[in-house]
């Protein structure tokens, strides 16, 4: 008898006690999650609903009677195949290429040394700090100067221009963190400064390229300011311009109007599900400070 009060005893001790710090962490976090999350149920609810049922039921009310018809009306009604070509092209091409920049940019401004070097890193870490919006008359006269209003080039060149600078300040950080004795000993054996860029330095950086990637895809497929200015021709007009006319004209039929968002704010929740691994990780391997 003494034994078996001896053993449960014993088993009591072991018994982990509960974090309740722990506990109330992700009691807090569900909650804020549930609060996110919210929005996007009722905004998919909605684009589901006629606008009887709309008005009739409550908010996140599940649709009894779901009118898938209200997505094909809205592209058709708002023109989204038009945009939403627009909206990949200039994504494609500018997501890419601005990385690409970035990354080559960092690696020289991390891992060579030239005159100047912190002066020039200085200049660039400057473009972060100017809010566009200050930049858009000046801009518009510029792209007009030029005569790139209406086009893709008149989109992608700003957007560029106002996206690497934050890109190489993340990659110029990570690089520095990286050993010098990896491209030192590439450097003996012959190999030159842009195959160690390829080689060592791109393998390694997949994480904060994939991070950066993200928020890139995200900015640009949402921007919304610099488009109104540039692109004044409808049928040059990018997902964002094309919902906000959408919305002018059709903001009383709910159901498709929402519609209309779920397909704009799509790609881009793809996108992150795709690469969402290497979200966390790679923004902490970005700060890194060498």
Excluded: C
């Excluded at 450097?187 to 195959?195: E, N, P, Q, T």
């Amino acid at each position: 008898m003494t034994m078996m009060s001896a053993s449960i005893h014993a088993n009591t001790l072991e018994k982990p006690q509960r974090d309740w710090v722990l506990v109330a962490l992700w009691a807090t976090l569900a909650l804020v999650a549930l609060i996110w999350v919210a929005p996007f149920v009722f905004i998919v609810f909605t684009s589901l609903k006629s606008n009887a049922a709309v008005m009739s039921s409550s908010a996140f009310a599940p649709p009894v009677d779901p009118k898938f018809a209200n997505y094909s009306g809205a592209w058709d009604r708002g023109r989204f195949n038009t945009t939403f070509f627009n909206s990949v092209i200039i994504t494609a091409i500018k997501v890419p290429l601005g990385l690409f920049i970035s990354a080559m940019a960092a690696y020289a401004l991390a891992k060579i040394e030239f005159a100047g070097r912190k002066m020039l890193l200085l200049a660039i870490l400057f473009g972060t700090m100017i809010p566009f919006q200050v930049m858009l008359a000046p801009l518009f006269t510029l792209v007009n100067g030029l005569h790139l209003i209406d086009t893709y080039p008149g989109v992608i060149l700003p957007y560029l221009a106002f996206g690497i600078p934050y890109q190489v300040f993340i990659l110029q950080s990570f690089f520095r963190g990286i050993p010098k004795e990896l491209s030192e000993a590439a450097r003996i054996d012959g190999a030159s400064h842009f195959v160690i860029f390829r080689r060592i330095f791109l393998p390694v950086s997949l994480p904060v390229l994939a991070a950066l990637l993200i928020l890139d895809f995200v900015s640009t497929w949402n921007e919304f300011a610099m488009a109104l200015v540039l692109l004044q021709d409808r049928d040059m007009w990018t997902l964002p311009l094309g919902l906000s006319a959408f919305q002018g004209q059709f903001s009383r039929d709910y159901g498709q109007l929402n519609a209309a968002i779920v397909m704009t704010v799509l790609p881009a929740a793809i996108v992150y599900l795709i690469f969402q691994r290497y979200f966390v990780s790679g923004l902490t391997s970005g700060a890194v400070k060498g």
